[in-house]
């Protein structure tokens, strides 16, 4: 047997240069977190919801990836791996949600997946979530039957639900508006228009027993033309409206009902209004009462952390951060938290069931707001929610808020173990205000 | 009595609407038997480009008359230029075809001139409601009508009386029922039915996308609003009858009167009233109102 000494020392090079390079790869491979952000990236929702919430999820990755967040999110990515994402289109039927989940589990193999801004979507992707085993931050959808219909193991939402925004939209109305006797609503006719008028119109009878419903109008969602609806609401006696329109819908009603005086003549409690001020501008009539899913942009109070994310937003896109962006932004730092949480735990990358297990009933300081994992056996955020008014600044040429006022978290949602309605229907029973 | 006048004047604008978006629609099939999906896309265009146009026109703070003939021009000059490559580049490749793959080809178009809107305009919303404010309001008791509304009326009136005008008294729309009657009669007494097909498609297009320019003030120009007109579209003309203009506006003066009764007295039903009335409509006239018997063909 001959030996050739250079081509056997070439050999051993390769060897030890390949088992070199696969050990690198499997460390890279294991230094990395795989995210799946889910949000609208086309059709009617993109603008006003989806893109501000991707919009965010960019930035904050960035961020973290660079460990150039502030305190005490100013560590590398997530139990110092460097985040992955991959953004899917929440565009679509809800069994293309489906789809779109297991593509992402199954063959990106993400190791979590943060989504979502239609409640449909959410209750469509939360079993899969459970069968699939897979850690899945909600972000965006409102729906409170997420928790209430069964706990979830591998299922968490950090942004409260949307009880919330009608308990403290029924709050702030009731402050602002003397001696109620009847009021309208308009909601769009399906799960988040029904759901947030019945407990709108539940927690006023709560706080104004005497007053009574006038109008109720539930137009098909994106419908667009408002004529009829408006005209209805011009011959009523109501004092006030109450609408959960969003997007396209409320900027097309805000646009007829002004150009017919209907906004001059009563105002309209706009409990998602916050997402729509930057472009109704100049269009949005004084005395309009603006809520957003919490004390988030307009509504929000300075601090070290919302100042920080709204400059590089704001420096990025040209527009200021949404309520959206907001959510976004809480539940890539509440997974953050949890998943630093974790891995300090373990002393390396943690397994899921322990992320899971941090996550569970955790605090932690989102941009805007404190959040306390207090509901859903703790998968299930609560924080504070604040309510304004508008009014036009002719130096700035847009509306400012005025008169705003914080609700304390336990103030405004159903303590844990209790369905929203059966909260309201036994009269807010527990509620803390002050 | 406030409530009749209200439900009255209510039906009338939502069927001007309906009507200004649908007759497009309703003439493109009346001659080429083609339902043309990319209708809703000719909408979306026209109200994005008058929502552009108008939005730079009154920045500049310039009269407002001029808004109101840059805001049609603008959806107009679209539909022209996206009508005529469509049918040039795509739809006369597949005439003759199955008319359930003609379906789909507009379909596919719809699809990506969805895309494209968002290529050329991003996923933004576009507001355009100073024609709106500009056009002021009027008072009837406590009932606000407004200028713009009222204007909108007018315009599908007047439409309607052009239409009509311009299919009986013009050669051009005499061609044009002679090809919605008998295609094949039409082609054997020499009449270029090529050519017909080319500009009524291209017409279809300008009435879309005018259509989406007259609602630009009314609405927020946003992603998707394409989709939400097509369904009305076809809704209104199967009531009145796929491919009559006159089919069209009884369609769309049924379906407003009878959406705006029922957003007034039982708002209840106000999501299923269209489609319980076109389904009532098809049950005793399955070819829509205004078609005329057909003759069998062996």
Redesign the interface.
């Known amino acids: 047997m001959q030996h050739h000494p250079v081509r056997n020392s070439a050999a051993a090079v390769l060897t030890v240069a390949a088992a070199w390079a696969l050990q690198g790869a499997a460390q890279a491979q294991q230094a990395t977190v795989k995210l799946g952000i889910v949000s609208f990236?086309?059709?009617?929702a993109?603008?006003?919801f989806?893109?501000p919430g991707r919009n965010a999820a960019e930035i904050l990755i960035e961020a973290l990836n660079a460990g150039g967040a502030p305190a005490p999110y100013n560590t590398v990515g997530l139990g110092g791996a460097r985040i992955e994402a991959k953004y899917v289109d929440e565009v679509g039927s809800t069994a293309n949600q489906v789809t779109e989940f297991r593509n992402l589990v199954q063959r990106d193999n993400v190791d979590a997946v943060v989504g979502y801004v239609s409640s449909g979507s959410c209750l469509a992707v939360a079993p899969a979530a459970e069968e699939l085993k897979e850690l899945t931050v909600l972000y965006d959808c409102g729906t409170p039957r997420i928790f209430e219909e069964g706990p979830h193991k591998y299922v968490f939402r950090v942004t409260p639900h949307a009880t919330m925004d009608s308990v403290a939209a029924a709050r702030y109305a009731t402050h602002s508006i003397k001696d109620i006797s009847t009021y309208s609503g308009l909601n769009q006719?399906y799960a988040w228009g029904q759901d947030s008028w019945r407990d709108f119109v539940l927690a006023m009878k709560v706080l104004a027993p005497k007053a009574g419903v006038d109008?109720?109008?539930?137009?098909?969602l994106?419908?667009?033309?408002y004529?009829?609806?408006i005209?209805?609401l011009?011959?009523s006696s109501s004092q006030f409206i109450h609408s959960s329109f969003y997007?396209?819908?409320?900027?097309?009603f805000v646009?007829?009902a002004?150009?017919?005086?209907?906004l001059q003549r009563m105002p309209v409690v706009m409990t998602t209004g916050e997402s729509a001020m930057q472009?109704?501008g100049a269009?949005l009539p004084d005395g309009t009462i603006i809520g957003g899913r919490g004390p988030h942009g307009m509504l929000s109070k300075p601090s070290p952390l919302n100042d920080w994310f709204q400059k590089v937003y704001t420096d990025r896109y040209g527009v200021r951060p949404t309520y959206p962006s907001y959510h976004m932004a809480q539940s890539i730092l509440g997974l953050k938290t949890a998943w630093d949480k974790a891995a300090a735990g373990a002393g390396a990358r943690p397994g899921i069931d322990q992320v899971i297990a941090a996550f569970e009933g955790i605090e932690f300081q989102g941009p805007s707001a404190t959040i306390r994992m207090a509901l859903g056996k703790g998968h299930q955020g609560i924080s504070e929610i604040s309510y304004g008014t508008s009014r036009f600044n002719k130096q700035t040429g847009r509306p400012d808020l005025v008169d705003v006022v914080f609700y304390p978290a336990e103030c405004v949602n159903p303590p844990d173990g209790m369905t929203a309605v059966a909260w309201l229907e036994g009269g807010m029973k527990g509620a803390m205000c002050n | 009595m406030?409530?009749a006048f209200?439900?009255l004047?209510?039906?009338l604008?939502?069927a001007a609407?309906l009507f200004v978006v649908a007759i497009g629609l309703t003439l493109i099939f009346g001659v080429m038997k083609i339902l043309n999906v990319a209708h809703g896309a000719f909408y979306a265009f026209g109200a994005y480009g008058s929502a552009t146009a108008v939005g730079l026109y009154f920045d500049r703070g310039l009269p407002v008359a001029g808004g109101f003939l840059l805001m049609v021009l603008a959806g107009m000059t679209l539909g022209l230029v996206i009508g005529f490559v469509l049918e040039r580049g795509i739809l006369r490749l597949v005439y003759g075809k199955d008319e359930v793959i003609v379906v789909l080809v507009t379909y596919a178009v719809f699809l990506i001139l969805?895309?494209v809107v968002?290529l050329i305009w991003g996923?933004?919303?576009y507001?355009a409601?100073q024609p709106?404010?500009a056009?002021g309001?009027v008072?009837v008791g406590?009932?606000?009508?407004?200028g713009?509304?009222l204007g909108l009326i007018g315009f599908a009136v007047v439409l309607a009386f052009a239409a009509r005008l311009a299919l009986r008294h013009t050669r051009y729309g005499r061609l044009l029922t002679v090809v919605i009657f008998d295609r094949e009669t039409a082609a054997a007494f020499g009449i270029d039915v090529t050519t017909v097909y080319t500009a009524t498609f291209v017409l279809g297009a300008v009435l879309g996308a005018l259509g989406g320019a007259v609602?630009a003030?009314?609405?927020?120009?946003?992603?998707?609003?394409g989709?939400?007109v097509i369904v009305l579209a076809f809704a209104v003309v199967a009531i009145g009858g796929m491919g009559s203009v006159e089919g069209a506006l009884v369609g769309a003066v049924i379906v407003g009167l009878c959406?705006?009764a029922a957003?007034?007295l039982v708002?209840?039903v106000?999501?299923f009233v269209i489609y319980g009335v076109m389904a009532l409509v098809l049950v005793f006239r399955p070819y829509g109102l205004f078609t005329r018997a057909r003759p069998r063909r062996i």
């Open positions: 990236l086309t059709g009617p993109a603008g006003p989806g893109i006719n109008k109720e109008l539930f137009p098909k994106f419908a667009g033309e004529g009829a609806e005209s209805a011009l011959t997007d396209g819908d409320l900027e097309a646009f007829q002004t150009a017919r005086g209907l472009r109704l269009g | 406030l409530t209200a439900i004047t209510d039906g604008v939502y609407y969805e895309d968002i996923p933004g919303t507001p409601y709106l404010v056009a309001n008072a406590r009932l606000i009508l407004s713009y509304d609602m003030p009314k609405i927020a120009v946003t992603l998707g609003i989709v939400e959406r705006a957003v007034h708002p209840q106000e999501l």
